[in-house]
């Protein structure tokens, strides 16, 4: 398999976090908590301050937009990051964070990367050339109906409070397997094959940017929870393996 630039600019920066993240992994280090009671550590400051060096040196003049050090730069190219996406998992050692780095051109997301170092999966996309986990190609399933359905939820409190959960509930009772695998790791399972569809409606854009491509390229669809395309402002998902998009939007809408 060929890889763009781009492409091997991103796994690099994915590895260059990884190397931060084992090395401060299960070190007891600091929690600070940040204006919307999320934390962060100085493994998250880190990581990031590890990735933009390697993609501002590999991509120069392109912007960048990280979960620790905000926004920079202009231009129609923009790197997406969350060096660590499950920074609660990390505090509390266990592995199910990952490190999530996307490109956006143009306001259309056409690569993905996502590292899960700790868990030992590395998961990658880029438009037009498929999407790969630990080197082996990906593909969705082929399950037609919700009756036949895995599905995973993530991230259900604003659904949860609001008139939606009600449908939520029908969507449970109707499925063959429910299950909250959460983070990156339902989005891997998705592309993989190996559930059908996941629902969450409390995401931020870097969460979920890198798993956007991923998903696609295996054939998947990934929009809002009402159907609209990921933007910067998305704050909800349905990703399904695509045959069941219709029937969810329509069940959860």
Request: net charge negative; glycine share 12%; charged share 20%.
């Amino acid at each position: 398999m060929s890889s763009s630039s781009d492409l091997n600019a991103a796994l690099e920066a994915a590895e260059a976090a990884a190397r931060v993240i084992r090395e401060m992994y299960a070190r007891n280090i600091a929690v600070e908590f940040k204006a919307d009671k999320s934390p962060v550590t100085e493994a998250d400051v880190r990581a990031e301050r590890a990735i933009r060096e390697v993609l501002a040196a590999r991509t120069p003049g392109y912007a960048f937009f990280g979960e620790e050090t905000g926004r920079s730069g202009d231009g129609d190219a923009l790197w997406l990051v969350d060096p660590i996406d499950g920074t609660k998992a990390f505090v509390r050692e266990y592995p199910m964070f990952s490190t999530q780095i996307a490109l956006m051109r143009q306001g259309q997301l056409v690569l993905g990367v996502s590292s899960a170092p700790l868990y030992g999966e590395l998961a990658w996309a880029e438009r037009g050339a498929g999407a790969w986990l630990n080197g082996r190609r990906l593909a969705v399933s082929e399950v037609g109906t919700i009756a036949e359905a895995a599905v995973s939820g993530g991230n259900l409190k604003t659904l949860a409070s609001g008139p939606g959960w009600a449908r939520w509930g029908a969507v449970v009772r109707e499925v063959s397997r429910i299950r909250g695998y959460g983070d990156f790791l339902h989005y891997h399972l998705l592309a993989s094959g190996k559930i059908d569809a996941v629902v969450e409606s409390d995401v931020n854009i870097l969460d979920i940017a890198a798993l956007v491509t991923i998903v696609e390229e295996a054939g998947g669809r990934f929009t809002a929870l009402d159907g609209t395309p990921v933007g910067l402002d998305t704050t909800t998902v349905l990703a399904s393996n695509g045959r069941l998009h219709g029937p969810l939007l329509a069940a959860l809408g």
